[in-house]
Protein backbone atom coordinates (compact mmCIF):
# COMPACT_ATOMS: atom_id res chain seq x y z
CA UNK A 1 0.00 0.00 0.00
CA UNK A 2 1.59 3.27 -1.01
CA UNK A 3 1.15 6.62 1.19
CA UNK A 4 -1.44 8.94 -0.03
CA UNK A 5 -0.86 12.58 -0.18
CA UNK A 6 -3.93 14.39 0.81
CA UNK A 7 -5.27 17.66 -1.13
CA UNK A 8 -6.94 20.28 0.05
CA UNK A 9 -10.14 19.15 0.17
CA UNK A 10 -9.05 16.00 2.56
CA UNK A 11 -6.64 18.53 4.58
CA UNK A 12 -10.18 20.13 5.05
CA UNK A 13 -11.79 17.26 5.90
CA UNK A 14 -8.98 16.13 8.59
CA UNK A 15 -8.69 19.44 10.58
CA UNK A 16 -12.12 19.19 10.71
CA UNK A 17 -11.98 15.31 12.27
CA UNK A 18 -8.81 15.76 14.22
CA UNK A 19 -10.60 18.95 16.21
CA UNK A 20 -13.66 17.20 17.52
CA UNK A 21 -10.90 14.44 18.81
CA UNK A 22 -9.42 16.75 20.85
CA UNK A 23 -12.45 18.13 21.70
CA UNK A 24 -13.97 15.30 22.42
CA UNK A 25 -10.95 15.05 25.32
CA UNK A 26 -11.46 18.17 26.54
CA UNK A 27 -15.57 17.51 27.08
CA UNK A 28 -14.10 14.25 28.61
CA UNK A 29 -11.11 15.53 30.92
CA UNK A 30 -13.08 16.99 34.29
CA UNK A 31 -14.95 13.43 34.28
CA UNK A 32 -11.65 11.56 34.80
CA UNK A 33 -11.27 11.86 38.60
CA UNK A 34 -11.18 9.18 41.33
CA UNK A 35 -14.45 6.63 41.68
CA UNK A 36 -15.32 6.74 37.85
CA UNK A 37 -15.43 3.93 35.67
CA UNK A 38 -13.45 3.89 32.45
CA UNK A 39 -16.74 2.35 31.32
CA UNK A 40 -18.53 5.32 32.61
CA UNK A 41 -15.98 7.63 30.00
CA UNK A 42 -16.88 5.46 27.13
CA UNK A 43 -20.31 5.56 27.44
CA UNK A 44 -20.04 9.39 28.25
CA UNK A 45 -17.77 9.84 24.89
CA UNK A 46 -20.29 7.71 22.82
CA UNK A 47 -22.60 9.79 23.43
CA UNK A 48 -20.87 13.12 22.90
CA UNK A 49 -19.83 11.85 19.49
CA UNK A 50 -22.79 10.30 18.09
CA UNK A 51 -25.33 12.96 19.31
CA UNK A 52 -23.55 16.03 20.01
CA UNK A 53 -20.76 15.69 17.34
CA UNK A 54 -22.73 13.27 15.02
CA UNK A 55 -19.53 11.58 14.60
CA UNK A 56 -18.94 7.66 14.09
CA UNK A 57 -16.47 6.06 17.10
CA UNK A 58 -14.18 4.70 14.67
CA UNK A 59 -13.09 1.81 17.49
CA UNK A 60 -16.71 0.53 18.23
CA UNK A 61 -16.46 -2.90 15.72
CA UNK A 62 -13.21 -2.36 14.65
CA UNK A 63 -11.79 -5.86 13.62
CA UNK A 64 -7.90 -5.34 11.70
CA UNK A 65 -7.20 -8.88 10.33
CA UNK A 66 -6.28 -11.11 13.47
CA UNK A 67 -8.20 -9.52 15.90
CA UNK A 68 -11.83 -10.05 17.65
CA UNK A 69 -13.89 -6.68 16.98
CA UNK A 70 -13.30 -3.83 19.54
CA UNK A 71 -15.92 -4.11 21.60
CA UNK A 72 -15.87 0.15 22.70
CA UNK A 73 -15.88 3.59 21.60
CA UNK A 74 -12.51 4.71 23.03
CA UNK A 75 -9.75 2.94 24.76
CA UNK A 76 -8.25 3.37 28.29
CA UNK A 77 -4.77 2.38 29.38
CA UNK A 78 -4.67 1.98 33.28
CA UNK A 79 -1.35 2.57 34.84
CA UNK A 80 0.88 -0.49 33.36
CA UNK A 81 -1.41 -0.80 30.51
CA UNK A 82 0.98 0.56 27.59
CA UNK A 83 -2.29 0.41 24.81
CA UNK A 84 -5.61 -0.65 23.50
CA UNK A 85 -7.28 -0.96 27.22
CA UNK A 86 -10.83 -1.87 27.23
CA UNK A 87 -12.94 0.10 29.49
CA UNK A 88 -14.73 -1.75 32.12
CA UNK A 89 -16.15 -1.33 35.86
CA UNK A 90 -13.44 -1.01 37.65
CA UNK A 91 -13.28 2.61 38.91
CA UNK A 92 -10.15 4.67 38.70
CA UNK A 93 -8.45 5.74 41.80
CA UNK A 94 -6.26 8.49 43.45
CA UNK A 95 -2.66 8.01 42.06
CA UNK A 96 -3.67 6.18 38.80
CA UNK A 97 -2.46 7.30 35.25
CA UNK A 98 -4.80 6.75 32.45
CA UNK A 99 -4.43 7.19 28.54
CA UNK A 100 -7.94 7.85 26.78
CA UNK A 101 -7.25 7.65 23.13
CA UNK A 102 -9.81 8.80 20.77
CA UNK A 103 -10.69 8.18 17.11
CA UNK A 104 -13.87 10.19 15.45
CA UNK A 105 -15.07 9.79 11.54
CA UNK A 106 -16.58 13.13 10.32
CA UNK A 107 -17.51 13.45 6.72
CA UNK A 108 -15.43 10.14 6.12
CA UNK A 109 -12.47 11.37 7.65
CA UNK A 110 -10.66 10.07 10.84
CA UNK A 111 -9.13 12.05 13.60
CA UNK A 112 -6.97 9.99 16.20
CA UNK A 113 -5.36 11.73 19.60
CA UNK A 114 -4.95 10.60 23.31
CA UNK A 115 -3.47 11.84 25.95
CA UNK A 116 -2.59 10.96 29.65
CA UNK A 117 -4.63 11.84 32.46
CA UNK A 118 -3.49 12.07 36.36
CA UNK A 119 -6.32 10.50 38.70
CA UNK A 120 -6.31 13.04 42.05
CA UNK A 121 -2.81 12.82 43.06
CA UNK A 122 -0.27 10.79 41.82
CA UNK A 123 3.32 10.02 42.35
CA UNK A 124 6.81 12.08 41.46
CA UNK A 125 7.68 8.96 38.86
CA UNK A 126 4.08 9.07 37.60
CA UNK A 127 3.92 12.57 36.99
CA UNK A 128 7.75 13.12 35.25
CA UNK A 129 6.91 9.68 33.18
CA UNK A 130 3.26 11.44 31.73
CA UNK A 131 5.26 14.79 31.54
CA UNK A 132 8.43 13.73 29.68
CA UNK A 133 6.85 10.93 27.27
CA UNK A 134 4.51 14.29 26.73
CA UNK A 135 7.59 16.15 25.69
CA UNK A 136 9.25 12.79 23.93
CA UNK A 137 6.06 13.26 21.53
CA UNK A 138 6.83 16.42 20.66
CA UNK A 139 10.81 15.94 20.26
CA UNK A 140 9.58 14.09 17.26
CA UNK A 141 6.97 16.30 15.62
CA UNK A 142 9.60 19.34 15.84
CA UNK A 143 11.51 16.92 13.11
CA UNK A 144 8.39 17.28 10.91
CA UNK A 145 9.37 18.89 7.72
CA UNK A 146 9.46 18.08 3.97
CA UNK A 147 12.82 16.30 3.08
CA UNK A 148 13.04 14.83 6.38
CA UNK A 149 12.84 11.28 7.28
CA UNK A 150 10.75 9.51 9.51
CA UNK A 151 13.86 7.62 10.72
CA UNK A 152 14.26 11.11 12.06
CA UNK A 153 11.17 11.54 13.91
CA UNK A 154 11.88 7.73 15.33
CA UNK A 155 15.29 8.66 16.42
CA UNK A 156 14.67 12.01 18.31
CA UNK A 157 11.88 10.11 20.54
CA UNK A 158 14.18 7.06 21.42
CA UNK A 159 16.99 9.70 21.95
CA UNK A 160 15.66 11.92 24.31
CA UNK A 161 13.33 9.14 25.81
CA UNK A 162 15.74 6.60 26.67
CA UNK A 163 18.28 9.50 27.98
CA UNK A 164 16.02 10.40 30.67
CA UNK A 165 16.34 6.54 31.50
CA UNK A 166 13.05 5.53 30.05
CA UNK A 167 11.90 2.97 27.29
CA UNK A 168 10.22 2.95 23.93
CA UNK A 169 7.88 0.33 23.20
CA UNK A 170 8.88 -1.25 19.74
CA UNK A 171 5.96 -3.61 18.78
CA UNK A 172 3.31 -0.84 18.22
CA UNK A 173 3.79 2.72 16.45
CA UNK A 174 1.85 5.57 14.94
CA UNK A 175 0.40 5.33 11.15
CA UNK A 176 -0.65 7.11 8.65
CA UNK A 177 -4.58 8.40 8.45
CA UNK A 178 -7.30 9.93 6.62
CA UNK A 179 -9.92 8.36 4.70
CA UNK A 180 -8.60 5.08 6.03
CA UNK A 181 -7.91 4.21 10.24
CA UNK A 182 -4.55 2.99 9.44
CA UNK A 183 -2.72 3.52 6.71
CA UNK A 184 0.98 3.60 5.31
CA UNK A 185 3.73 5.22 6.51
CA UNK A 186 4.25 3.01 9.75
CA UNK A 187 5.90 5.48 11.78
CA UNK A 188 8.29 3.96 14.42
CA UNK A 189 9.36 5.73 17.63
CA UNK A 190 12.78 4.83 17.34
CA UNK A 191 15.14 4.44 14.51
CA UNK A 192 18.28 6.43 12.48
CA UNK A 193 18.38 9.68 11.14
CA UNK A 194 18.00 9.73 6.92
CA UNK A 195 16.08 6.46 7.17
CA UNK A 196 12.82 5.31 6.26
CA UNK A 197 10.22 7.33 4.28
CA UNK A 198 10.92 10.96 2.69
CA UNK A 199 8.38 13.27 4.09
CA UNK A 200 6.24 15.23 1.85
CA UNK A 201 3.73 18.18 1.82
CA UNK A 202 0.62 16.23 2.03
CA UNK A 203 1.23 13.04 4.14
CA UNK A 204 -0.68 12.98 7.90
CA UNK A 205 0.30 10.55 10.16
CA UNK A 206 0.16 9.94 13.76
CA UNK A 207 2.93 10.39 16.47
CA UNK A 208 2.25 8.15 19.21
CA UNK A 209 4.73 7.05 21.81
CA UNK A 210 4.58 4.68 24.12
CA UNK A 211 7.03 4.99 27.00
CA UNK A 212 7.70 2.36 29.89
CA UNK A 213 9.36 3.46 32.98
CA UNK A 214 10.73 -0.34 33.06
CA UNK A 215 11.87 -2.29 30.35
CA UNK A 216 10.15 -1.98 27.22
CA UNK A 217 8.85 -5.23 26.62
CA UNK A 218 5.03 -5.94 26.42
CA UNK A 219 2.44 -8.59 26.20
CA UNK A 220 -1.17 -9.15 25.03
CA UNK A 221 -3.77 -10.13 27.67
CA UNK A 222 -6.20 -12.67 26.81
CA UNK A 223 -9.26 -10.53 25.83
CA UNK A 224 -7.37 -10.05 22.64
CA UNK A 225 -6.01 -6.31 22.66
CA UNK A 226 -4.93 -5.10 26.08
CA UNK A 227 -0.95 -4.49 26.35
CA UNK A 228 0.67 -4.86 29.55
CA UNK A 229 3.97 -3.92 30.07
CA UNK A 230 5.59 -7.61 31.05
CA UNK A 231 7.38 -6.42 34.29
CA UNK A 232 4.39 -4.18 35.50
CA UNK A 233 6.00 -0.76 35.68
CA UNK A 234 4.13 1.91 34.58
CA UNK A 235 3.51 2.99 30.79
CA UNK A 236 2.08 6.65 29.26
CA UNK A 237 0.99 7.75 25.98
CA UNK A 238 0.55 10.79 24.20
CA UNK A 239 -1.23 11.17 20.64
CA UNK A 240 -1.35 13.98 18.17
CA UNK A 241 -2.48 13.77 14.44
CA UNK A 242 0.51 15.95 11.90
CA UNK A 243 0.27 17.19 8.55
CA UNK A 244 3.14 17.81 6.60
CA UNK A 245 3.08 21.28 5.22
CA UNK A 246 5.09 22.98 2.75
CA UNK A 247 7.68 24.28 5.33
CA UNK A 248 7.36 22.43 8.33
CA UNK A 249 4.33 20.74 10.16
CA UNK A 250 0.53 21.59 11.41
CA UNK A 251 -0.67 19.64 14.36
CA UNK A 252 -4.29 18.93 13.11
CA UNK A 253 -5.47 17.07 17.36
CA UNK A 254 -5.26 20.71 18.85
CA UNK A 255 -8.91 22.47 20.87
CA UNK A 256 -9.37 24.92 23.59
CA UNK A 257 -8.33 22.63 25.76
CA UNK A 258 -5.24 20.87 24.67
CA UNK A 259 -2.15 20.96 27.01
CA UNK A 260 0.11 23.44 25.47
CA UNK A 261 3.50 22.64 23.53
CA UNK A 262 6.61 21.99 25.53
CA UNK A 263 8.75 25.17 26.63
CA UNK A 264 11.40 23.92 24.14
CA UNK A 265 8.73 23.66 20.98
CA UNK A 266 7.43 27.43 21.51
CA UNK A 267 11.49 28.69 21.82
CA UNK A 268 11.98 27.02 18.75
CA UNK A 269 9.29 28.56 17.21
CA UNK A 270 10.31 31.99 18.32
CA UNK A 271 13.95 30.89 16.86
CA UNK A 272 15.47 31.56 20.84
CA UNK A 273 16.56 28.11 21.63
CA UNK A 274 18.04 24.27 20.73
CA UNK A 275 15.63 21.69 20.46
CA UNK A 276 18.15 19.73 23.12
CA UNK A 277 16.82 22.12 26.07
CA UNK A 278 13.90 21.08 26.76
CA UNK A 279 11.91 20.60 30.21
CA UNK A 280 9.37 18.77 30.91
CA UNK A 281 5.39 20.04 30.16
CA UNK A 282 2.93 21.29 32.70
CA UNK A 283 0.41 19.01 32.96
CA UNK A 284 -3.14 19.26 34.26
CA UNK A 285 -4.26 17.33 37.33
CA UNK A 286 -7.48 15.38 37.13
Same mark, same amino acid.
Given at each position: ?????????????????????????????????????????????????????????????????????????????????????????????????????????????????????????????????????????????????????????????????????? &????????????????????????????????????????????????????????????????????????????????????????? &???????????????????????????????
Amino acid at each position: MSITLKDAHGIAGMRTACRLASELLDYLTPHVKPGVTTNQIDQLAHHYMTQVQHTVPATLGYTPPGYIPYPKSLCTSVNHVVCHGIPNDKALKKGDIVNIDVTVIKDGWHGDTSRMFMVGDVGIAAKRLCALTYDAMWHGIAMVKPGAYLGDVGHAIQRFAEGQGF &SIVREFCGHGIGQVFHEEPQVLHYGKPGTLDKLLPGMIFTIEPMINAGRRDVKELGDGWTIVTKDHSLSAQWEHTVLVTETGYEVLTLS &SGSPPPPAFVQAQAAGSLPAALAQPASLAQA
